[in-house]
């Protein structure tokens, strides 16, 4: 983790030892944003709770993903971290490495963990473990412009990356972009694993060192930037977010970007016009993609763990759940909310749900998140041209494997 040092977890356990002040019944919560919808969601969410609950309270606390890893490590350098915290699941382990994460096993009963759809709660597990439990999943596709790949010769969307840069090469003929490639902020990494995973490479080794130098991932790299000088992709690939990827495509101006389902309610909302397909992302050799999610977990320093399981019971109940992935546009995470009709009939989500069998996770081991801002970096400097890929990759290796797996 960024910054990780001893102070953290002595600060950690110093806020253990005051637990004595704190109000019975009291609990904080620490989400980041998807939408508009989120805040009145969590909001409205604490305020049922308390009137189920008399004597508790609930804080909430809304920000961005771009501050809320940062804002973690302060409030815990500050002994004053919330009871539960909303993160990216791939920051989890770091988290537990450092001794900072209640075991899920220790205040939720079989039952509870029963609820979960197996592969989105494993993908919160530490050695066979669980630590956080998933508030939101999503697995990755292309998305299209079905008029802009209809006049390049794709009308069922790009299956291959040879189709990928055959339709771009067109697209780009009519003035428009071919395919977005994000450059910055986080999941910045997860784009090139995309090309890297769907050629038969590897992220890290069995031994968790890194794998992504290999000659896989640098013929993945090279991919990428041969799409970026010959003009296939949006201009200024490093400084583009998914945001402005996503804005891009509902403007028109794009014709092939990779992202989750979240994207397809900013369509509806923003580009209702806007005709486009659904499809995998494009094999390299091999059908993959990427399965994503973002968790719950309870710090051991809350001072009412107690509370805040019964209202993580409350927020996983199947009318908050419904009112969350509708809002949100993400895939169910509980058995009973993924087999209600509102989902298991939704013609976006089914484009999504047949991906499953396929996907891969971030691996969560200590130093992840080092490693990926490793490949980050690396990343944006083959977009710029300041470094070929072979160099960046093996120079971001050499980092990552001085933080991988490191107590």
Do not use: C
């Amino acid at each position: 983790m960024k910054n990780r040092n001893t102070t953290l977890l002595a600060g950690a356990i110093l806020l253990g030892l005051s637990s004595l002040t704190a109000q019975a019944g009291n609990i904080r919560i620490a989400m980041s944003s998807y939408s508009d919808n989120t805040r009145p969601w969590l909001e409205a969410l604490a305020r049922d709770y308390e009137k189920a609950n008399p004597g508790d309270k609930v804080k909430v606390e809304v920000g961005s993903w771009e501050n809320m890893q940062q804002k973690l490590q302060a409030e815990i350098a500050s002994n004053n971290p919330p009871d539960l915290a909303h993160v990216a699941t791939r920051w989890v382990g770091d988290f537990v490495n450092d001794g900072l994460v209640e075991p899920v096993d220790n205040y939720a009963n079989a039952a509870f963990k029963d609820q979960f759809i197996p592969a989105f709660l494993k993908a919160g597990n530490i050695n066979g473990k669980p630590y956080a439990l998933p508030i939101a999943a999503s697995v990755r596709a292309m998305f299209y412009n079905k008029d802009m790949l209809s006049k390049a010769g794709f009308p069922n969307g790009p299956k291959t990356w040879d189709d990928v840069i055959a339709a771009a090469k067109k697209i780009k003929a009519t003035g428009a972009y071919g395919y977005g490639i994000q450059g910055k902020d986080l999941d910045t990494d997860t784009y090139f694993y995309y090309a890297l995973w769907s050629m038969g490479g590897d992220v890290l080794d069995a031994g968790n060192k890194a794998a992504f130098n290999s000659p896989t991932g640098v013929k993945a790299a090279t991919l990428y930037k041969s799409m970026i000088d010959q003009g296939l992709t949006e201009p200024g690939v490093a400084g583009n977010t998914r945001y402005d990827l996503h804005n891009l495509f509902k403007q028109g101006r794009l014709g092939m970007v990779i992202s989750l389902p979240p994207l397809a309610k900013e369509i509806a909302k923003d580009a209702p016009q806007l005709k486009y397909g659904i499809t995998g992302v494009p094999n390299g050799g091999k059908d993959i993609t990427f399965g994503v999610t973002d968790s719950i977990m309870m710090f051991k320093t809350s001072k009412n763990k107690e509370t805040a399981q019964k209202f993580l019971n409350f927020m996983f109940s199947k009318t908050a759940r419904l009112k969350f992935d509708q809002g949100e546009g993400f895939m169910p995470v509980t058995r009973e909310v993924a087999n209600d009709p509102v989902f298991k009939d939704d013609p976006v989500l089914s484009e999504f749900v047949t991906l499953l069998p396929n996907a891969r996770f971030a691996p969560l081991v200590a130093g992840w998140e080092d490693s990926a801002q490793a490949v980050t970096n690396a990343l944006q400097a083959i977009y710029q041209g300041k470094a070929e890929p072979k160099a960046a990759l093996d120079k971001a290796a050499a980092e990552a494997n001085t933080k991988l797996n490191k107590k």
